[in-house]
């Protein structure tokens, strides 16, 4: 996983319910996969393949609640 400064390149609109300037990549890995998921654009989820692993998430969709089928299925 690429440790990069992800406040530079994920919008704060996306996290609207947290402290955005606190935004671990490893820490609040499962909101950022599912938010980025759900709500983010093509050049966010490319970002989002090139930084988590396939397995992790794969393991967020599994167990995500906030991710419909269409979303899944994409």
Known sequence: MGITDIKKILPAY???DMNFKELDMLKDK?????RILKFGSEKEINWLLSN?????IVDIIKFSKNI??????F
């Open 30 to 34: 499962k909101i950022i996969i599912d």
């Open 14 to 16: 996306l996290f609207w």
């Open 52 to 56: 988590y692993s396939k397995k992790d």
């Open 68 to 73: 419909d089928k269409k979303t899944t299925n």
